[in-house]
């Protein structure tokens, strides 16, 4: 149990690519950190060429950068050339050495933690987003702008609450009784897209390491959350939180802070037809 957790501690995995300005020159109101495979640039090129590309908002600065750990299958080397050479032209990659793989999305995101522990603590505000999103940056920093929102100890997204615990052994989520005994999950924020005031990161990192890790890494962030003592705060409207668009619907997607999509392409499409002509709802 403690050589696992032990792979868990982000302290144990170093940085081999980390060379964006940000929060070295650059201290923006929010970070937006997008964990993605090292093979997807695909992705990473939409996000660019859409919310990524929003970077002053209601005076506001936004930065977004990419976090990826190393190649573990394909041609490694080409592949890792890959990326170097991606981020020689844009500089907003940022690689950690473990094997990035769905076994380790829990330790790419106590990576992304440690990351913005060590390096972020002027930024007000984080999320970790998934590179399968449509984020309206816009209507997100009006939700963080709102009086009242607070500006620590703060993670909101789409929480999810008695989850019940997946124990068959053949699931993507498969959890141990050794990992987590009980029959379900503590609240916690879904992992497609959240948001947390940037002390929060700190906390999450210290706790990790003394809650057993688990490879869902949404739910293993809640059980965090409730050995710290500290609740999420639910979104002002749940539905700003959309699970899967697969068809257009402007006046949803206007009204949203994010959602899922199915691939990198109708980001681009959906995004060019929201900016276009035509009323938002």
């Given at each position: ?72 299958s394909g041609n490694i080397k080409v592949l890792q050339r890959n990326v ?158 959309r699970l899967y668009m697969f068809e257009f619907n402007r006046c949803q ?10 691939t990198p392409a109708q980001l681009v499409s959906y995004w060019t037809l ?8």
């Amino acid at each position: 149990e403690r050589i696992r957790h032990n792979m868990i501690y982000p302290g144990n995995y170093h940085f081999i690519l980390d060379d964006t300005e940000l929060c070295r020159s650059i201290h923006p109101y929010l970070v937006l950190i997008v964990p993605v495979a090292p093979g997807n640039w695909k992705a990473r090129d939409a996000i660019r060429r859409t919310w990524g590309n929003e970077t002053h908002i209601q005076g506001e600065l936004i930065q977004t950068v990419f976090l990826l750990g190393v190649p573990n299958s394909g041609n490694i080397k080409v592949l890792q050339r890959n990326v170097r050479t991606e981020n020689r032209l844009y500089h907003d990659l940022i690689q950690s050495d473990f094997i990035d793989s769905y076994h380790n999305l829990t330790i790419k995101t106590m990576v992304i933690m440690d990351w913005l522990a060590s390096r972020c603590p002027m930024v007000p505000y984080a999320m970790k987003i998934d590179s399968d999103m449509f984020l309206n940056v816009e209507n997100l920093v009006s939700m963080l702008k709102t009086p009242g929102t607070p500006t620590t100890i703060y993670i909101t997204g789409r929480l999810k609450n008695e989850s019940p615990v997946v124990r068959e052994k053949d699931s993507q989520w498969y959890v141990s009784e050794d990992s987590y005994r009980e029959k379900e999950f503590p609240t916690y924020a879904v992992g497609m897209g959240y948001i947390f005031s940037l002390d929060m990161p700190r906390r999450l990192v210290e706790i990790s390491k003394r809650v057993t890790p688990f490879y869902v890494e949404d739910a293993y962030i809640g059980v965090c959350m409730k050995t710290l003592g500290i609740d999420f705060t639910p979104p002002p409207e749940r539905n700003h939180f959309r699970l899967y668009m697969f068809e257009f619907n402007r006046c949803q997607l206007a009204k949203s802070i994010c959602a899922i999509l199915k691939t990198p392409a109708q980001l681009v499409s959906y995004w060019t037809l929201l900016k276009g002509p035509g009323p938002a709802c």
